[in-house]
């Protein structure tokens, strides 16, 4: 599988948590199944149904939403 290494770091943010994935971290893309996932952070996969893209914590899903304050609207605000 297709791996890499996070140039920016990004936060996930629920309504119950905060969980902050730093710059440096290993990504894995599976093009088969399309999910995404940090060796690192067992428990975070990003994972795509149809043109939604979600974060799945811990087995609970979150629907991706862009922070458009933060140009260049990096990943990094889920919410459900």
Not at 34 to 61: C, H, M
Request: proline share 14%; aromatic share 18%.
């Amino acid at each position: 599988m297709p791996f890499g290494i996070l140039r920016k770091g990004f936060t996930i943010h629920t309504p119950t948590l905060k969980f902050r994935i730093p710059k440096g971290t290993k990504v894995v893309f599976d093009p088969a199944n399309p999910i995404i996932t940090f060796p690192q952070f067992e428990n975070v996969k990003l994972i795509r149904a149809g043109s939604d893209w979600f974060a799945v914590l811990w087995g609970s899903p979150f629907l991706m939403l862009f922070d458009h304050s933060r140009p260049p609207y990096p990943l990094c605000f889920y919410k459900p």
